[in-house]
């Protein structure tokens, strides 16, 4: 199966739609213009970028409310707090503090550190 973003004008991902292999596959090899051609047909909206279930490629899964990115030709997540850096190298929003080892931690902004759940 074959994941596409439907993206607005901002290129905001508005839903994730899932087209049959045998729908992109053009002579043995997978399309993504087969699979835009396809929604399109179906949908009338012409905005789709194939997103890759497990990141293979544009970095991340599409979500909805992640952007897509051009330049990067990748799906960026919303960011999660004020504070946090965009990591162009993985297209995920990082904490300015490193996160503890293990499980259980969430970040808070107010104090703009790591606190453990198991207190």
């Known amino acids: 199966m074959a994941h596409f973003a ?22 043995g090899v997978e399309s993504e213009q087969a699979g835009i051609d396809f929604l399109v047909s179906l949908h009338g ?7 890759s279930y497990n ?4 970095k991340n899964y599409a979500g ?4 897509y ?8 997540p919303p960011k999660p707090y004020p504070s946090w850096i965009f990591d162009n190298d993985t ?4 904490a ?10 969430t970040w808070n902004e107010e104090s703009q550190s790591w606190v453990s759940l198991n207190q």
């Open 6 to 27: 439907k993206l607005d004008d901002n290129n905001v991902v508005l839903a994730v739609h899932v087209v049959n292999n045998d729908v992109i596959t053009v002579d």
């Open 45 to 51: 909206h012409n905005n789709w970028k194939q997103t």
């Open 55 to 58: 990141g293979s490629f544009r």
């Open 64 to 67: 909805i409310g992640f952007t």
């Open 69 to 76: 990115d051009p330049s990067l030709d990748a799906f960026i």
């Open 91 to 94: 297209a995920k929003w990082k």
């Open 96 to 105: 300015p503090v490193e996160k503890p080892e293990g499980f259980g931690w």
